[in-house]
Structure formats: structure tokens, C-alpha cells
């Protein structure tokens, strides 16, 4: 091989600063995209899942109710409580919502509610998730 075929061969080997520049750019934008579209999904599970969690304690406060003559419970930690015989209707960490903050729960009546604070950690916005 002579020098100008060696010097074209070099010349066409390999990548260019700018081709590496711009797939490092291009990385970097799908890299932000896909975090925006996971990080929704993952709000959106949360959101179903404390959905659920909310439905699991209705529940938990129908059968309280049942063992105890249609009482509802003072508190949501009420049905914590097991005896030497039977555990408690729900884990601790049931009473709180998949943020890890802890539900709110009000009685009116015959009536509960049940109140997550979402996304936000804050109880009385637009945000909140209730039965």
C-alpha cells in the first residue's frame, strides 16, 4: 500500500469528534424521554395502588364492624389489633398510602372516610385520593 491509500484508509476508519457529539446528544435526549414517560407510569401506579389500599381498609372496617356489634373503629390503628387467638385485620404499614404517608380517616354517621394525601404529601388538594 502506498501513503495516499494508507492516509485514506486512516481518514475513513473510526468515528469523527462531532458523529461521537451527536450520539452522546441522542443518547441523551432518549435517556430524558424515557425517565418522563417512566416516571409517569410510576405516579399512575401509585395512584392504583392506593386506590386498592383504600378498598382493602373498607373492608377491614366492615368486618370490625361485624365483630363488634356495627361499631366502626375510633381509629384506622384499631384494626391493627389482634388478640391472643386472632391477628389484627391489617399490617401497620397498611395504614399508609404508597408514598408512605399515613391515610386520613374521618367518621361521620354510619360513614368513613378515607383520604389519601397523592402525589403532592398534601391533605385537601386537587391531588387527593379518597374512597
Same mark, same amino acid.
Given at each position: ?5 494508507? !492516509?485514506?484508509? &486512516? ?7 462531532? #458523529? ?10 432518549? %435517556? ?11 405516579? #399512575? ?5 392506593? &386506590? ?11 368486618? %370490625?364492624?361485624? !365483630? ?8 384506622? #390503628? ?13 399490617? #401497620? ?11 386520613? %380517616?374521618? &367518621?361521620?354517621? &354510619?360513614?368513613? !372516610? ?18
Amino acid at each position: 500500500m502506498n501513503e495516499k491509500s494508507m !492516509k485514506k484508509l &486512516r481518514r475513513q476508519s473510526g468515528f469523527t469528534l462531532v #458523529e461521537l457529539l451527536m450520539v452522546v446528544c441522542i443518547l441523551g435526549i432518549l %435517556y430524558a424521554g424515557a425517565k418522563l414517560v417512566l416516571s409517569g407510569q410510576d405516579n #399512575e401506579t401509585r395512584i392504583t395502588v392506593t &386506590r386498592g389500599s383504600i378498598s382493602t381498609i373498607e373492608q377491614a372496617i366492615d368486618i %370490625y364492624s361485624m !365483630k363488634h356489634g356495627g361499631k366502626l373503629p375510633e381509629s384506622l #390503628e384499631e384494626l391493627t389489633i389482634g388478640t391472643d387467638n386472632e391477628p389484627g385485620l391489617l399490617k #401497620e404499614s397498611a395504614l399508609n398510602d404508597s408514598w408512605g404517608t399515613p391515610f386520613s %380517616y374521618t &367518621r361521620s354517621g &354510619r360513614k368513613v !372516610k378515607i383520604v389519601s394525601a397523592g402525589p403532592d404529601f398534601e391533605l385537601g388538594t386537587d391531588d387527593d385520593i379518597t374512597n
